[in-house]
Each structure stands twice: as structure tokens, then as C-alpha cells.
């Protein structure tokens, strides 16, 4: 008997589904319109406020494949 192929393998490992309202650094970068830097301080003031929650999910980031990805949902 012969061993799965790579495709199936992989086609076969599902990523977590995000629920409404997470939102990856990413996306709120890109809608926000501001760079790294400046996302990445608002969300981290907007945790240590208490007016954000982070919570990491699997997502098939392609090059790495699932990986924990921290989202952010704001109150």
C-alpha cells in the first residue's frame, strides 16, 4: 500500500474559521491606512486599555502553512 500523496495531505488540513468582528493586524492596516508600526501601537495601547481582545487562529498563511495568527476584536 502506498503512503497519501503531499496533496491530499495538505488538502485535507483545514485552517480555524475566524468569527465576525476578528480582525488580523493586516486588515486593519489595510483599512485603517496606516503602516506597521502605527496599527501595531494602537492595538497594543487599545489591549493594555482594555477596549481590545487578541485571540490567535490557524490560517493557512500559504508559505508557512497554518499558523496562529493573532486577531483582534474591539468592544
Known amino acids: ?15 480555524d474559521r475566524v468569527p465576525p468582528g476578528w480582525f488580523s493586524r493586516e486588515t486593519l492596516e489595510k483599512e ?13 495601547d487599545s489591549l493594555q486599555d482594555g477596549a481590545a481582545q487578541m485571540m490567535k487562529f490557524r490560517i493557512d498563511t500559504g508559505s508557512r502553512g497554518l499558523y496562529p495568527t493573532p486577531h483582534y476584536k474591539f468592544k
Do not use: A
Not at 485603517?32 to 497594543?44: A, D, M, P, V
Open 1 to 15: 500500500m502506498k503512503p497519501p500523496t503531499l496533496d491530499h495531505v495538505k488538502s485535507n488540513r483545514k485552517g
Open 32 to 44: 485603517w491606512n496606516l503602516g506597521t508600526g502605527q496599527t501595531t501601537k494602537l492595538i497594543r
